[in-house]
């Protein structure tokens, strides 16, 4: 069982802000000549990237659980006359 949900989005966001991290730190050490303005679409892209994945998760986990809830309704209530104690 797991400890807790999987967000695809959150891990998307945090690989592309250690690769803008990488970037400025390559930049600033000399080995990569960047300008500032670079940065920023590989930002901003970073931050769409992760929306749409978090969005496609969500509508996968919707369905999902949806279709889980369907199964769970289609099974017959518990009789109410039988095994049950009587006041």
Not at 44 to 52: M, N, P, Q
Not at 55 to 75: L, T
Request: charged residues 15%; positive net charge; glycine residues 8%.
């Amino acid at each position: 069982m797991l400890r807790h949900e999987i967000r695809p989005g959150r891990a998307v966001a945090g690989v592309v802000m250690l690769v803008l991290a990488a970037g400025y730190a390559a930049d600033a050490a000399g080995a990569w000549d960047a300008t500032w303005v670079f940065f920023f679409p590989l930002f901003f892209g970073g931050l769409w990237l992760a929306a749409t994945t978090t969005w496609v998760n969500y509508m996968i986990r919707r369905r999902r659980d949806a279709r889980r809830a369907s199964a769970e309704n289609a099974v017959a209530p518990p009789s109410s006359s039988g095994s049950q104690a009587m006041r």
